[in-house]
């Protein structure tokens, strides 16, 4: 197979389509680093829970620190659990037209070598969580579960975005772990808000694999929701933004946070007003767009971090 015909398609024209080694190519799109996306929205929350946790602690000495952890940690972790999913859906992803040219159905990588790199990223991410205290590290192992058991949901349920939810939120526990040392009402409010916001998103991402999804029997929100998604994610993204400023009023903060808060809640509304289920390049476009989502949130809980710690 051509190098070409091996690009998954919504993941082309990336460096690494254009500047990687030859021989690495296949081992980078398994972990995802042509499509970095997931890695942001993995990491976002973590960076969430930290400025917020550093504004309880009146205290940001340590948070560029966890900061730059957090991020080789998502990173890390995202490959890793992309790589299991990939093992675990190869029959699946061959039977799909935007997956069948993902690395194993494609042929590429094997499933021993899949498996000896699902391992050698879960060691990059075991090393950035030993950096951190007892408390944060039991937190960040008992995640595993819930990652490992993701990929069979979509089999059995309709509703495999709230296990993705679980997963894909934990960073906003994580945060006040490593930072208080315990976990307490804000980040439960912020792990609950993260939660509905990734049901959201990602039943905007599932509406580009709608139809395939029904031909083989996979289930999903989108397919749930179907010409409802819009009412459904005033519902979720509504609860988000609402969940969100409990864990604000629970932490205490001030002004900032909330400004940023109602940016996240604008492009959220945005999103939705939006949304052409239909399209599916509309739908990875706004999908992809909650990067700038969080990060205006996240803007927002560091300055307030920034100037309670003054």
Known sequence: MSDAAARVADATGNWVDTRAPQWSRPYLRLSRLDRPIGSWLLLIPCWWSAALAAGVANNIGRLPLVMALFFVGAFAMRGAGCTWNDITDRDLDARVERTRSRPIPAGQVSVPQALFFLVVQAVAGLAVLLQFNRFAIMTGI?????????????????????????????????????TLGRIDGPAIALYAGSIAWVIGYDTIYAHQDAEDDALIGVKSTARLFGARTQSALMVFYGLAVTLIGVALVLA????????????FAAHLVWQIRRLQIGDPALCLRIFKSNRDAGLLLFAGLLADAVMRAS
């Open 252 to 263: 205490g903060a001030g002004f900032l946070a909330w400004t940023g808060l109602a940016a």
């Open 142 to 178: 008992a995640s595993l579960v819930i990652v490992a058991v993701y990929p069979f949901m979509k089999r059995i349920t309709w509703w495999p975005q709230i296990v993705l939810g679980l997963a894909f939120s934990w960073g906003a526990l994580m945060g006040f772990a490593v």
